[in-house]
């Protein structure tokens, strides 16, 4: 079983990676935000039906047809890809590709360790694997900077150029969402009795509104998507901070508005970040710097987990679900993640300055 998900795993962060660099390959770079809005589209689909689909296999008792029936969209998926993508042209200097072990598998120790520190008990243990996690993806970043070939953009996470910028804050938003998944739906079912099946479907909220909210910024132009980028993520700790003070008094639709706030901060900006990820790009990492949102995303969500996953303990839900340790976490957790988006706006106005200083240097070459 382990080693099957292992292999799913390893499919899904393909196709992730992929994704982005075919959206940078095959489309214009004026529609990339109105494809990044449809990739959130596609997310917010999958996210209520997913359990629903499984639930209905788990239901009837047979939970292994869930399985059977990805196969099959696997399958129909790998089929149509091999008509629909279109084919990599030839070329005489195309090197053999290779792995690069080590760096991967830091990356995956990293994400593991994090992995870990969310369900392991006590904040001391929960704190060390932390440190180790960012360690490990320190020391993943100084290796991966004087290798010939990069998983990472040469500028990941450096303030003076936008690729690092907008990484930041991709690694950023991603931490502060992760809260919301994980703990939202247990303190909906034990403060407000709501079944799990309607927590999940409240909390799945967010994931909407972050779709709508693409979907309606994605053809803005001029100065909205700078605005966006500074804005989106404020708006987002204003929900989480929200969620923070509603949770425990309610009344739970009271909760709707800061759950949605938390979707839509992330929506207006996220196709704009992502965009600036890859017009920033060096020459010659374009490819390198699309592929690393995933990455980035992926650890930052590890990362959230295991902070959220510290800050409950500390409230005191590692002794168990006692009323008083709920109450504790259901403000707690929220509320100390106020901050990492807060952060991204920070650094969202440096990225909108450095595009800005960029077009006008562009402006005075051509003159």
């Not at 997310?43 to 499984?54: F, Q, Y």
């Not at 047979?62 to 279109?86: D, Q, S």
């Not at 034990?190 to 799990?196: D, E």
């Amino acid at each position: 079983m382990i080693a099957g998900r292992f292999v799913q795993g390893l499919g899904g962060g393909l196709l992730s990676a992929l994704a982005y660099i075919l959206v940078r390959n095959v489309f214009p770079e004026a529609l990339w935000p109105r494809v990044f809005g449809l990739f959130a589209g596609v997310w917010s689909v999958s996210v209520p039906t997913g359990p629903l689909i499984g639930g209905l296999f788990a239901g009837y008792g047979n939970w292994r047809g869930a399985f059977y029936a990805i196969t099959g969209v696997a399958g129909l998926l790998a089929v149509t890809g091999l008509f629909i993508l279109p084919a990599d042209a030839a070329s005489n200097d195309a090197t053999e590709p290779k792995v690069p072990a080590l760096r991967v598998a830091l990356i995956c120790t990293a994400i593991a360790l994090l992995s870990l520190a969310s369900v392991l008990m006590g904040p001391a243990i929960k704190s060390a694997f932390i440190v180790a996690a960012i360690g490990t993806f320190v020391l993943t970043l100084r290796i991966d900077r004087g290798a010939t070939r990069a998983l990472l953009p040469s500028d990941a996470f450096s303030l003076r150029s936008a690729t690092g910028a907008a990484l930041w804050m991709v690694w950023l938003l991603s931490i502060a969402y992760s809260p919301l998944a994980i703990y939202a739906p247990l303190f909906l079912q034990r403060l407000h009795a709501l079944s799990p099946l309607t927590a999940g479907y409240m909390v799945a909220g967010a994931s909407l509104a972050w779709t709508a909210a693409t979907l309606s910024v994605a053809s803005l132009t001029d100065s909205w998507p700078a605005r966006l980028i500074v804005a989106g993520p404020i708006a987002m700790s204003a929900g989480l901070l929200g969620v923070a003070v509603v949770m425990v008094p309610g009344p739970v639709a009271a909760l709707l508005l800061p759950i949605s706030l938390i979707g839509i901060g992330i929506g207006v900006c996220w196709a704009f970040i992502l965009q600036h990820v890859m017009t920033g790009a060096k020459h010659g990492e374009e490819n390198i710097a699309a592929a690393s949102v995933a990455t980035v995303q992926q650890t930052g969500i590890a990362f959230g987990a295991a902070i959220a996953g510290l800050i409950a303990n500390a409230s005191g839900l590692g002794d168990g679900l006692h009323p008083s340790s709920v109450l504790r976490a259901a403000f707690w957790v929220p509320v100390a993640f106020v901050a990492a988006p807060f952060a991204a706006s920070m650094i969202g106005m440096r990225l909108v300055a450095l595009r800005s200083g960029r077009e006008s240097a562009i402006a005075a070459n051509r003159v």
